[in-house]
């Protein structure tokens, strides 16, 4: 059994040996470049809070928040044939030769990216992924014809697609913000739902599943992320110490905070979220045999709305993603909230 096994990661790893649209570096047999995997354990699936998006529990949403830092979204009201098509039109788009991707999806409102979706910056290792990043604001102001010419119809699907996660985004902070008690004159800032940005993730069949991450240990940088996957699977979360496997549901969303969220904090009251609302740890594992497609949103605060809150010190979103930008170009890797934790000396 192990000997048939092995003779079908050989062949598959054959068949990718000849596939373009593959980085190069990923047909490498070395894989250099590429993050080393740790161990591979089995993780357990575990069984995240779910919440109804049309019958939204606030004590539900307060735990999930608190205690887990995601949860899964059903009755969103995104209709399943629009994800349906809308992955479809990724897959064909993301399956085209690496070098017509490179040359295809290079503007500043499409842009392709490899190894890592920090886009320019240069990583300390590459992970398994591929994909396409679109800032979400530009659909409806600066976008060139170069950027829509031949590609008419995945953009209208993610014209359509953007304003349900726009709505989700609106409506989940909304239920947060009255959990936390933020001041509604600033609470407005602190999501900016129709400027957030929308990464479509290509994780591609690897032999060597068990070697190389799909995506590294990290948190968002977001204030909440909302996550449509196929049916590979391969998320997973960090929670009591260890990893478990976040399996794929049909026609659900997986929501998880970001560090904007963690570091939120009310000014009436003195009810804050600081630490209490969790951003939530996550990667993403490779298949051996199937290659898997997400779709992301990423909800951020205005650029200089201030984020405040009794364990950090104060900072714009502008600020805490130019020190994340800085800290990748200095060490390869984000360090995140902990650059802004008072007292904190890293």
């Not at 161990?39 to 809070?49: G, K, L, N, R």
């Not at 004590?59 to 044939?81: E, K, N, S, T, Y």
């Not at 110490?241 to 904090?265: F, H, K, Y």
């Not at 199937?290 to 990423?298: A, D, G, M, N, W």
Request: aromatic content about 10%.
């Amino acid at each position: 059994m192990e000997s048939t096994m092995e003779e079908a990661d050989v062949e598959d790893e054959k068949a990718a040996a000849t596939d373009l649209s593959y980085p190069p570096v990923f047909l490498q047999p070395s894989g250099a470049g590429l993050l080393p995997a740790s161990p591979c354990t089995s993780a357990a699936v575990i069984d995240v809070p779910v919440l109804d998006l049309h019958r939204l529990d606030p004590v539900g949403l307060r735990g999930a928040c608190r205690d887990w830092g995601l949860f899964r979204l059903v009755h969103h009201g995104i209709p399943p044939p629009l994800s349906a098509a809308l992955q479809a039109q990724a897959r064909d788009l993301l399956s085209l030769p690496f070098d017509a991707k490179r040359a295809r999806f290079c503007f500043p409102g499409l842009a392709y990216f490899w190894g890592t979706p920090a886009l320019t910056l240069h990583v300390k290792d590459l992970n398994w992924l591929e994909g396409l990043h679109i800032p979400l604001g530009r659909l409806s102001s600066s976008s060139s014809a170069a950027e829509f010419d031949g590609l008419e119809t995945f953009w209208s699907l993610v014209d359509e697609y953007k304003q349900h996660l726009a709505r989700i985004a609106r409506t989940l902070f909304e239920a947060m913000a009255a959990d936390l008690k933020l001041d509604a004159g600033l609470s407005a800032s602190y999501l900016n739902e129709h400027d957030g940005t929308f990464r479509i993730y290509r994780y591609p069949k690897c032999a060597r599943a068990d070697d190389y991450f799909a995506m590294e240990a990290h948190t968002d940088s977001s204030v909440l992320s909302i996550v449509d996957q196929d049916d590979v699977g391969g998320l997973q979360v960090l929670r009591g110490g260890g990893w478990s496997c976040v399996e794929p549901i049909a026609d659900t969303l997986i929501v998880n905070l970001g560090d904007i969220m963690q570091a939120s904090i009310s000014f009436s009251e003195s009810a804050i979220s600081d630490d209490q609302y969790k951003s939530v740890e996550h990667r993403v594992r490779v298949n051996r045999s199937k290659e898997r497609i997400s779709l992301c949103y990423f909800g951020f605060p205005m650029e200089d709305g201030m984020i405040s809150s009794s364990r950090y010190r104060e900072f714009t979103y502008r600020e805490f993603k130019e020190q994340v930008q800085e800290d990748i170009k200095l060490s390869g890797a984000k360090v995140g909230l902990r650059r802004f934790r008072v007292n904190d000396e890293s």
